[in-house]
T-cell receptor, first 113, second 113 residues
């Protein structure tokens, strides 16, 4: 059974710092890995989707990498801003007949001015 | 464009009362549909998923049930709520047989008192 772990669980940084959020998964036979953002009391917003054949994806100040063989992904946030404060969730869709995403518990990020 | 609607946004229900949460998707056909629950301090737990009308798979045995009466409608129900049913319920969809991203509704905050 796929297990997804996110480290750290919480992070508080001053504005302007570059950040790295980590996601690891136990079963490397994946279809894709997706990073989401969740604001308090809200649903999930998709940030980046990395297919299993890809090594990274970029969107603005966000860059996500994937090392499938080692079961790891990182989300890099450049020049963090207070508006980046949210919980960031990693989800993995595993091979074996379905694409159902399995989620980590998330990293709660606070960027203070 | 595709959109997903989930309602109500918040709900306070007494123990033993019934529950009905509704989710609809617009702008696509034959989606995979999912119900997740997010409890405080825990990750997203998959409750049910559906690949077609009347086709429901349950991931965990519990007090809840799901139905898909129409292609783009997914309903989460309970006959008698328990205190432990409190949580944040999220509906999601993605495209069948395609390695694409998942999209989430805004969630329903259920408090059982």
């Amino acid at each position: 059974k796929q297990e997804v772990t996110q480290i750290p669980a919480a992070l508080s940084v001053p504005e302007g710092e570059n950040l790295v959020l980590n996601c690891s998964f136990t079963d490397s036979a994946i279809y894709n890995l997706q990073w989401f953002r969740q604001d308090p009391g809200k649903g999930l917003t998709s940030l980046l989707l990395i297919q299993s054949s890809q090594r990274e994806q970029t969107s603005g100040r966000l860059n996500a990498s994937l090392d499938k063989s080692s079961g790891r992904s990182t989300l890099y946030i450049a020049a963090s801003q207070p508006g980046d404060s949210a919980t960031y969730l990693c989800a993995v869709s595993t091979a074996g007949g379905s694409y159902i995403p399995t989620f980590g518990r998330g990293t709660s990020l606070i960027v203070h001015p | 464009s595709q959109t997903i609607h989930q309602w109500p946004a918040t709900l306070v229900q007494p123990v033993g009362s019934p529950l009905s949460l509704e989710c609809t998707v617009e702008g696509t056909s034959n989606p995979n549909l999912y119900w997740y629950r997010q409890a405080a301090g825990r990750g997203l737990q998959l409750l049910f998923y559906s690949v077609g009308i009347g086709q429901i798979s349950s991931e965990v045995p519990q007090n809840l049930s799901a139905s898909r009466p129409q292609d783009r409608q997914f309903i989460l129900s309970s006959k008698k709520l328990l205190l432990s049913d409190s949580g944040f319920y999220l509906c999601a969809w993605d495209r069948q047989y395609m390695n694409t991203e998942a999209f989430f509704g805004q969630g329903t905050r259920l408090t059982v008192v």
